[in-house]
């Protein structure tokens, strides 16, 4: 069992930045692959960005390149989302997600989640 906390969500104006942090216990983190999600009201929850458990491999969704940067510290079982140039469409609650297999961009590739991090981006 793996639980994960997301932390360091708010309220910012567009072109602003924010870093999330999603701090894992109960298993070796370093063993996972992690992801970010986000889901807005209404929409369905969806990839934003993964790195593999090493941290040598990420991925990133279209709407997510040039912007956001996703790293571990596996030393301090934490994965960040920097998150730079914010827009309004960025809004969105905030997911943490771990497996132990290879990133996957869907979210049932994941089996734990943290509660989630409010990103509110004001125009």
């Known amino acids: 069992q793996v639980q994960l906390v997301e932390s360091g969500g708010g309220l910012v104006q567009a072109g602003g930045s924010l870093r999330l942090s999603c701090t894992a216990s109960?298993?070796?983190?370093?063993?996972?692959?992690m992801a970010w999600f986000r889901q807005a009201p209404g929409k369905e929850r969806e990839f934003v960005a993964g790195i593999s458990w090493s941290g040598y491999s990420t991925t990133y969704a279209d709407s997510a390149k040039g912007r956001f940067t996703i790293s571990r510290d596996n030393a301090n079982n934490t994965v960040y989302l920097q998150m730079n140039s914010l827009k309004p469409e960025d809004t969105a609650v905030y997911y943490c997600a771990a497996n132990l297999r290879r990133v996957g961009v869907v979210p049932s590739n994941y089996d734990y989640w943290g509660q989630g991090t409010q990103v509110t981006v004001s125009s």
């Open positions: 109960g298993r070796t983190f370093s063993n996972y692959a």
